[in-house]
């Protein structure tokens, strides 16, 4: 099965802008997700097919998608947003996979 | 209120069945595809199986092939995952998710339930 590459850890700084990428092979041909997960707390979507938001997710959290990385991006980054962040991908054939997750810590 | 509610973990050795369970409310069940997910603590995601809405489909991981079964009663807003011989490497947290509508993402998940499997 394919493998998608996250950086382990992102900090920023309370205001500013952070950055999470996912690289994996023919991502750029799949759809791309993200999970947020808090401490103790299951994981929640926060954008789904590459720069979609669900209901109730803030604005604060995009999505985009280049080649073979996708980004999530998190404005005005509060410190509320620390948590580990998951992409995800899925086609028929390599099915349902996630990335290695990167912690944000917000400084 | 969409709410997923799984049971069933316990600890049991290597070798040993057990049978999660998943009981869902606040969405019409059997409009949806339906999954299991796992997470060792302290690590990572790792997606388990999919059902779809029907019970007509069904898909695993490799290393679960062949013993883990999904299954879903629609009546009951039930959700099942019948593991046997289990091993020490299926030892996570097991979470039940719900898929959204183009089965690309996982829109909604439980609280998970714990499984050991050690000696």
């Known amino acids: 099965s394919s493998e998608l590459t996250q950086p382990p850890s992102v900090s920023v700084s309370p205001g500013q802008t952070a950055s999470i990428t996912c690289s994996g092979d023919k991502l750029g041909d799949k759809y791309a997700s993200w999970y947020q997960q808090k401490p103790g707390q299951s994981p929640v979507l926060v954008v789904y097919?590459?720069?979609k938001r669900p209901s109730g997710i803030s604005e604060r959290f995009s999505g985009s998608s280049s080649g073979n990385t996708a980004t999530l991006t998190i404005s005005v980054t509060q410190a509320l947003d620390e948590a580990d962040y998951y992409c995800?991908?899925?086609?028929?054939?390599?099915?349902?996979?996630f990335g290695t997750g990167t912690k944000v810590t917000v400084l | 209120e969409v709410q997923l509610v799984e049971s069933g973990g316990l600890v049991v050795q290597p070798g040993e069945s057990l049978r999660l369970s998943c009981v869902a409310s606040g969405f019409i069940f059997d409009d949806y595809a339906m999954h299991w997910v796992r997470q060792v603590p302290g690590k990572g995601l790792e997606w388990v199986s999919l059902i779809s809405w029907d019970g007509g489909s069904t898909y695993y991981t490799d290393s679960v092939k062949g013993r883990f079964t999904i299954s879903r009663a629609n009546s009951k807003n039930s959700l099942s995952l019948q593991m046997n011989s289990l091993r020490a490497e299926d030892t996570a947290l097991y979470y039940c998710?719900?898929?959204?509508?183009?089965?690309?993402?996982?829109?909604?998940w439980g609280q998970g339930t714990m499984v050991i499997v050690s000696s």
């Open positions: 995800q991908s899925w086609d028929s054939t390599t099915s349902y996979v």
């Open positions: 998710a719900r898929a959204n509508s183009g089965l690309a993402a996982f829109d909604f």
């Open positions: 097919h590459d720069t």
